[in-house]
């Protein structure tokens, strides 16, 4: 059995109970629980059986002898109809105090049953003859008593198998009204029956059928008494098939065996009243009506004992119990004071009632200062309203878990604080006051503070390093990669967290980053190294890698740094150095030379006078003299090359110069070929020596008329440029400045790629033997060199070829109506400008120009990956590419798929070649803007408003 007991670690810090806990109470025979719903055990089957055989054997050693006529003993009918009352009003009485507690509702009908039984038997006695008058109470008559008795044996039946409809292992279905009212009704009920009955076998018995006729059985007694007793049998067997069977089940099926018995021989098998059969059958009767009774007095008395057993061990738990909370007490209250957090009680209105010994180091303010105050002490002024709500909250039983705010030290500090607070309770469960728990966290704060500063400061590194920055796991996966990614290797990090970074390595340098990945677990210092990359695109990338191993995150941390740019500038110089190099050699070679020539030349004359009478000396004399001529000739080129031909720089007009040149090569280049002069009317003099410039043009023109054999336009043009930092930046023989520039294009057949940078080297030509000397060009370069210029080359293999020659603008000059234009405030915008250039330098300088123009720029290396961005961003307003690009589609087609895909999309193209001659190359329409390159930042940010304007 289980009662409820206080548990002691739910008593709060002031002392109160929270709550209960159960203690186990064993009785010596734990069968507590009501008969009505206790199972039956084998032994109740058993002892049940027992006393069925033993009832039958007798009932059967009865019958023979049941009409055997006895002495009439008319006291036993009373004190038998008494018993029999008595016994089943105290099992109705039982029952009811049962239904009282389970309130059942079977367990009604069937102590209802019992009640109906009592008086069902009272009645037959007063009305039965010679008992209490000759021919009975009531004005009975004849067939009184046996009418009664039939109700009363039929009616007790009826009760039973409607207990066995209605029951079930938990006692029935359950009443939902008062159970005082349930039973009052039904004894009311019970009476009334009873009366009715009684009424209408007295006052109406000549009305009823004769049962009983000259000591015999009528035909309608044999009926009645058939029903009656099939009723009984009825009874049995629905409690025998309605399962579980209950100790009251068991005994309830012995009683109906003896109520069986008893019809038997008082109203079947016997012959007359006082026979054997009689005095049997009533004995049987009583006999039924004490068998549940007794069951529930020997169940009333084991339940006394064990409720005596019970308060005994209760009373040793007690004292137990109290001894046991009186330590725990003490232990919690030790605990609650050795607490590292501050734990605060405080009542309803706000006033501590205990401060521990943490909450003294914890706010400064001893327990004598603290208790009986207002827990304001240690807030701020503006808290107030936080501490109403927390406690109006804790009066509504609401709890507060892991709340952080600032509370105040005694010194006025404020101190960073999370704090818990539940509902103290009453012995009787009403909230009295708040229990809160705080802890200290402004050392905690102070550190997450720092190290949040610190992740975000490296994770700023990380975001907007220029380096590729990549984290590995154990086995070479890609944990971390930062953004810097998209702009060296043109992959997103998505595209590489996860994978191996042998899918991303060239595999001639995998093996090679395999063993300085291994060499840094084994030594945990920084490796320093080289390995190449694929971009997206396809082409490699050397990255100089510094990376080192962390055992305690099993990580790798690498940062590469592209080498594009260093390998480029490199290249760059190389060539220069190649250049003054070779310049050295051939300068010297050509001075020497020189020295020889000048020999030849000054004695083939004194040789040619000698010989002057002889011809066929005179011919070897001439020819000696033509090929000394012809040395001449190639030294001055070897010369000029080596930037040590002598000038005679003065201030020209350089468009002068050029109409010029191009009247003396009309004649020269032949009618298949159009020459077309394109030049700026204010353009800036130049300090040039003219007779070289003019000698560097016809060179690049008969380059261009070797270019087309069959035919083609030759462009002249002319143009004021600036060469900004940035350009001046990706040629380091560069000098930013103004510069005149003199262009010199055609349609030909063009230069392969791997041949651009070898065309100035001398002697290097691509024509047939015996049609060049491979110094035209080898002599331009020179040229402009000597003269602190700059050359650039731009070709397309079956497109042509354009040469610009920058000359430095002469000094002392006003101001030029051009550079008034150019010299304009420079007006940038917030628009996106997709920028589509398949060189990695140029596409660098280009993004960096308009970022600074305020511009959002995407950026692609050629036209796959511009598609790919303008058909996922909407968002684009201009598209700027260059014309000439690798692939299977050039600037041109680039622009008209784009505007196919997106009809409000502009454009502006740019190219190294001049507008003139892409015009007339047929590669643009009319109308179309063009950027040539190189540009200034104003010339680049007044085509770009032009462009978005138009």
């Known amino acids: 059995m289980k009662v409820a007991a206080t548990r002691p670690e739910e008593i709060d810090v002031r002392g109160h109970y929270a709550g209960l806990r159960e203690i186990d109470v064993l009785a010596p025979n734990d069968r507590s629980t009501f008969l009505s719903t206790l199972a039956a055990t084998p032994s109740d089957r058993k002892a049940a059986l027992a006393i069925v055989g033993?009832?039958?054997?007798?009932?059967?050693?009865?019958?023979?002898?049941?009409?055997?006529?006895?002495?009439?003993?008319?006291?036993?009918?009373?004190?038998?109809?008494?018993?029999?009352?008595?016994?089943?009003?105290?099992?109705?009485?039982?029952?009811?105090?049962?239904?009282?507690?389970?309130r059942s509702r079977a367990l009604l009908l069937l102590s209802t049953g019992y009640l109906f039984t009592a008086t069902a038997a009272i009645t037959h006695a007063l009305t039965f003859p010679g008992l209490f008058a000759p021919a009975g109470l009531f004005g009975a008559g004849p067939q009184t008593t046996v009418w009664l008795y039939m109700i009363w044996h039929g009616g007790f039946p009826l009760f039973v198998l409607a207990y066995a409809?209605?029951?079930?292992?938990?006692?029935?279905?359950?009443?939902?009204?008062?159970?005082?009212?349930?039973?009052?009704?039904?004894?009311?009920?019970?009476?009334?029956?009873?009366?009715?009955?009684?009424?209408?076998?007295?006052?109406?018995?000549?009305?009823?059928?004769?049962?009983?006729?000259?000591?015999?059985?009528?035909?309608?007694?044999?009926?009645?008494?058939?029903?009656?007793?099939?009723?009984?049998?009825?009874?049995?067997?629905?409690?025998?098939?309605?399962?579980?069977?209950t100790v009251i089940d068991v005994w309830l099926m012995v009683t109906m065996c003896a109520w069986l018995f008893d019809i038997a021989l008082s109203a079947i098998v016997n012959v007359s009243r006082f026979d054997l059969g009689f005095y049997a059958g009533r004995l049987y009767?009583?006999?039924?009506?004490?068998?549940?009774?007794?069951?529930?007095?020997?169940?009333?008395?084991?339940?006394?004992?064990?409720?005596?057993?019970?308060?005994?061990?209760?009373?040793?738990?007690?004292?137990?119990?109290?001894?046991?909370?009186?330590e725990r007490e003490r232990l919690f209250s030790a605990v609650v004071e050795s607490s590292n957090d501050a734990i605060i009680t405080k009542s309803l209105d706000g006033t501590i009632t205990s401060w521990n010994h943490a909450a003294e180091r914890v706010f400064g303010y001893s327990a004598e200062e603290a208790v009986g105050r207002q827990v304001d002490i240690i807030m701020s002024e503006g808290q107030r309203e936080e501490v109403d709500e927390m406690l109006a909250r804790t009066r509504n039983g609401g709890v507060i878990d892991q709340h952080e705010t600032v509370r105040l030290h005694k010194n006025g500090q404020p101190i960073d604080v999370v704090l818990s607070q539940v509902?103290?309770?009453?012995?009787?469960?009403?909230?009295?006051?708040?229990?809160?728990?705080?802890?200290?966290?402004?050392?905690?704060?102070?550190?997450?503070?720092?190290?949040?500063?610190?992740?975000?400061?490296?994770?700023?590194?990380?975001?907007?390093?220029?380096?590729?920055?990549?984290?590995?796991?154990?086995?070479?996966?890609?944990?971390?990669?930062?953004?810097?990614?998209?702009?060296?290797?043109?992959?997103?990090?998505?595209?590489?967290?996860?994978?191996?970074?042998?899918?991303?390595?060239?595999?001639?340098?995998?093996?090679?980053?395999?063993?300085e990945m291994r060499a840094a677990r084994r030594g945990a210092v920084k490796r320093s190294f080289e390995a190449r990359y694929y971009h997206d695109d396809g082409h490699e990338v050397t990255l100089?890698?510094?990376?080192?191993?962390?055992?305690?995150?099993?990580?790798?941390?690498?940062?590469?740094?592209?080498?594009?740019?260093?390998?480029?500038?490199?290249?760059?110089?190389?060539?220069?150095?190649?250049?003054?190099?070779?310049?050295?050699?051939?300068?010297?070679?050509?001075?020497?030379?020189?020295?020889?020539?000048?020999?030849?030349?000054?004695?083939?004359?004194?040789?040619?006078?000698?010989?002057?009478?002889?011809?066929?000396?005179?011919?070897?004399?001439?020819?000696?003299?033509?090929?000394?001529?012809?040395?001449?000739?190639?030294?001055?080129?070897?010369?000029?090359?080596?930037?040590?031909?002598?000038?005679?720089?003065?201030?020209?007009?350089?468009?002068?110069?050029?109409?010029?040149?191009?009247?003396?090569?009309?004649?020269t280049l032949g009618e298949q070929i159009t020459i077309m002069p394109q030049l700026t009317e204010d353009a800036w003099p130049a300090l040039i020596d003219p007779g070289q410039l003019s000698t560097a043009i016809l060179n690049l023109a008969l380059n261009a008329r070797d270019a087309m054999p069959d035919g083609g336009t030759l462009v002249l043009e002319t143009r004021n440029i600036f060469l900004d930092d940035g350009y001046a930046s990706m040629n380091p023989d560069v000098v930013a400045g103004n510069y005149v520039m003199i262009a010199v294009s055609d349609t030909g057949t063009g230069i392969p790629p791997d041949l651009i940078e070898r065309v100035f080297d001398p002697f290097f030509t691509t024509k047939e033997v015996?049609?060049?000397?491979?110094?035209?060009?080898?002599?331009?370069?020179?040229?402009?060199?000597?003269?602190?210029?700059?050359?650039?080359?731009?070709?397309?293999?079956?497109?042509?070829?354009?040469?610009?020659i920058y000359l430095p603008r002469s000094t002392g000059v006003q101001e030029t109506e051009f550079e008034v234009l150019q010299n304009v405030p420079i007006t940038g915008g917030d628009e996106k400008i997709l920028i589509v250039e398949d060189d990695a330098l140029v596409r660098q300088y280009v993004v960096t120009q308009i970022k600074s123009l305020g511009y959002t720029t995407l950026e692609a290396a050629n036209a796959a990956e511009a598609l790919i961005i303008i058909d996922a961003d909407k968002g684009i307003d201009l598209l700027f590419t260059d014309i000439i690009m690798p692939g299977h589609m050039?600037?041109?087609?680039?622009?008209?798929?784009?505007?196919?895909?997106?009809?409000?999309?502009?454009?502006?193209?740019?190219?190294?070649?001049?507008?003139?001659?892409?015009?007339?190359?047929?590669?643009?329409?009319?109308?179309?803007?063009?950027?040539?390159?190189?540009?200034?930042?104003?010339?680049?940010?007044?085509?770009?408003?032009?462009?978005?304007?138009?």
Not at 91 to 100: E, G, I, P
């Open 544 to 667: 100089n890698w510094m990376g080192t191993w962390s055992e305690p995150v099993k990580r790798h941390f690498f940062i590469g740094r592209d080498l594009t740019e260093k390998q480029a500038a490199e290249a760059q110089l190389r060539q220069v150095q190649k250049m003054d190099s070779i310049g050295q050699l051939t300068g010297g070679v050509a001075h020497d030379f020189n020295n020889v020539l000048t020999v030849i030349t000054g004695t083939i004359g004194i040789l040619a006078d000698a010989v002057a009478d002889r011809p066929e000396l005179a011919a070897i004399t001439k020819l000696i003299d033509d090929a000394a001529e012809r040395g001449a000739q190639l030294t001055k080129h070897l010369l000029a090359f080596a930037r040590k031909q002598p000038l005679q720089p003065r201030e020209i007009d350089v468009n002068a110069l050029t109409l010029e040149a191009a009247k003396l090569l009309h004649p």
């Open 54 to 102: 033993i009832s039958a054997i007798l009932f059967a050693l009865a019958v023979p002898f049941a009409g055997t006529p006895l002495v009439q003993v008319p006291a036993f009918v009373a004190s038998y109809q008494s018993a029999l009352a008595v016994s089943d009003i105290i099992t109705a009485v039982l029952l009811l105090s049962q239904f009282a507690v389970l």
């Open 285 to 326: 009767g009583l006999t039924a009506s004490s068998f549940v009774l007794a069951v529930l007095l020997i169940e009333n008395v084991r339940l006394q004992a064990n409720t005596a057993g019970m308060v005994g061990a209760l009373q040793r738990q007690s004292s137990t119990e109290r001894n046991y909370y009186a």
């Open 770 to 804: 015996g049609k060049g000397t491979g110094l035209g060009l080898s002599m331009v370069f020179g040229f402009v060199k000597q003269s602190g210029g700059h050359i650039k080359i731009y070709s397309e293999e079956g497109h042509g070829t354009s040469v610009k």
């Open 165 to 245: 409809s209605r029951k079930d292992n938990n006692g029935g279905n359950r009443i939902t009204g008062s159970t005082s009212r349930a039973v009052a009704l039904s004894v009311a009920g019970v009476f009334v029956a009873t009366a009715v009955f009684a009424w209408l076998m007295t006052a109406q018995h000549d009305l009823l059928p004769i049962l009983l006729k000259d000591g015999h059985y009528t035909n309608t007694m044999i009926g009645v008494v058939s029903f009656v007793w099939s009723l009984s049998f009825a009874a049995l067997f629905a409690l025998w098939f309605r399962k579980p069977h």
């Open 890 to 950: 050039n600037g041109r087609q680039l622009a008209d798929e784009a505007v196919r895909r997106r009809p409000d999309l502009k454009t502006l193209f740019t190219s190294g070649y001049t507008e003139n001659a892409i015009v007339h190359h047929g590669r643009l329409d009319s109308g179309v803007l063009l950027l040539a390159k190189p540009y200034r930042k104003s010339e680049l940010a007044k085509m770009l408003r032009t462009a978005l304007a138009s």
């Open 423 to 515: 509902p103290l309770r009453s012995r009787d469960g009403n909230i009295i006051g708040a229990s809160k728990v705080v802890r200290d966290i402004t050392e905690r704060k102070r550190a997450e503070s720092a190290l949040n500063r610190e992740i975000e400061e490296r994770q700023r590194i990380f975001e907007t390093s220029q380096d590729l920055i990549l984290v590995t796991d154990g086995f070479g996966n890609f944990v971390q990669v930062s953004p810097s990614v998209t702009a060296i290797l043109g992959l997103s990090p998505d595209d590489m967290v996860g994978h191996s970074a042998t899918e991303f390595i060239h595999p001639d340098d995998l093996e090679k980053t395999r063993s």
